[in-house]
């Protein structure tokens, strides 16, 4: 049940009521304020103070000020008046209940249009706000349209400027070509005269020394010779025949010497070749070379493919079996792969006594030096 406030103090004018309510720890935010033109109500739990006005009083207008356990209310009359008491005596329940309801329902009204009014004004600033974007986006547009136009007559008439430019230049160069065709006709025209003038001249010179005698017709002749405008050069083909070459470079830029050997080791390889080696279909020019492949399985070697490698020396010592670096070095891929009855054949190959191999052999081991390429050492079990 809440406690009613009965404490309570007020003075007024004829203009104002003051109300001091003394409620112990009221503060703002547990306080709950009420006011309508006849009623007030208070509730601070568990603390009710409610008022049925003497008179109606301006409610929007009227002040509360909460702190120091006091509420102090400042209520403006609506007309200037005396009142005999703050609170009306002698009424029952039943019109305070309908004071009450009355009351809210003019709070329930009013806090209605004042949530229409701020809707209404918040559509208004809505509106005005759009309009003044679009108003704003309006003079945005029309300045830029402003400027594309502007720039478009520039453009127009900076193009309409290099137009006649273009078209005096032609007209300069034209003016040009026909002064200087003037000029050569010119040129040739003179060039026709003095050569008709020389020609009458030496015509009429050999009609007046026709007379003299045979040395003077001789030293004539010989002026005329000089004088003459050579024929012009027949029309004809000249022929160059170059000397036939393997290689595409120029005679002056090759090496003859190292040419040379290269055919003859190129020829060698195509003699010893055996054109039914299916391997060799699928080839190019240049992997047919012994010492291609060669190089090739040595590669291989120094990446640890010795199946690859020992392939590449197969199909060069097919092509070539005269070189004997290509049974070593097969030989030394047979030994990596455990392979040594293979090793020991390929390093006992009869080769072994030809210029620039060293072999040594015994009972317990065989021993082969490769001055180039690879260097091979076997143990015979």
């Known amino acids: 049940m809440p406690l009613q406030v009965s404490d309570y103090s007020w003075q007024q004018t004829k203009t104002a009521v003051f109300l001091s309510l003394p409620l112990k720890g009221v503060c703002v935010r547990d306080t709950d304020v009420f006011c309508t033109e006849n009623y007030l109500k208070v509730n601070f739990p568990p603390f009710l103070f409610e008022a049925f006005l003497y ?14 356990d006091t509420i102090v209310f400042t209520l403006y009359k609506k007309e200037a008046a005396m009142w005999e008491t703050l609170s009306v005596t002698g009424v029952d329940k039943e019109t305070m209940q309908r004071i009450r309801e009355k009351s809210i329902l003019q709070a329930q009204e009013r806090a209605k249009e004042a949530t229409e009014a701020k809707a209404a004004a918040k559509r208004e600033d809505q509106k005005y706000a759009l309009s003044v974007m679009m108003k704003i986006e309006e003079e945005e547009r029309k300045k830029i349209e402003d400027m594309k136009e502007n720039e478009r007559i520039k453009a127009t008439k900076e193009l309409e400027a290099w137009k006649e430019y273009q078209r005096k230049a032609e007209e300069h160069k034209k003016i040009q070509r026909e ?15 003095k050569l008709k003038y020389k020609s009458l001249t030496r015509n009429s010179a050999s ?23 050579p024929a012009p050069r027949s ?33 060698e390889a195509r003699r010893a070749m055996n054109t039914d080696i299916a391997e060799l279909c699928d080839l190019k020019e240049e992997e047919k070379n012994p010492e291609w492949l060669k190089d090739k399985g040595n590669k291989l070697f120094a990446t640890e493919n010795y199946l690859a490698a020992i392939n590449a020396y197969n199909l060069a010592i097919r092509l070539n079996n005269k070189m004997p670096l290509l049974y070593l070095n097969r030989a030394a891929c047979h030994l990596k792969l455990k392979n040594l009855h293979k090793a020991i054949e390929d390093s006992s190959k009869e080769f072994c006594s030809l210029e620039g191999i060293e072999c ?11 001055p180039s390429d690879l260097h091979v050492y076997i143990q015979v079990a």
């Open 179 to 193: 002064e200087k065709l003037c000029q050569k006709e010119k040129q040739i025209k003179e060039e026709r005269k």
């Open 207 to 229: 009609r007046n020394l026709a007379p003299k005698g045979r040395n003077s017709e001789n030293i004539f002749t010989e002026k005329l010779k000089e004088d003459s405008i």
């Open 235 to 267: 029309v004809g083909s000249i022929k160059i025949n170059f000397t036939p070459r393997v290689f595409p470079t120029a005679l002056r830029e090759s090496q003859v010497a190292e040419e040379e050997e290269w055919l003859h080791k190129q020829a």
């Open 360 to 370: 040594q052999a015994s009972e317990p081991k065989l021993s082969c030096h490769i």
């Open 55 to 68: 008179a109606p009083i301006d409610d929007e207008s009227s002040k509360a000020k909460i702190g120091n």
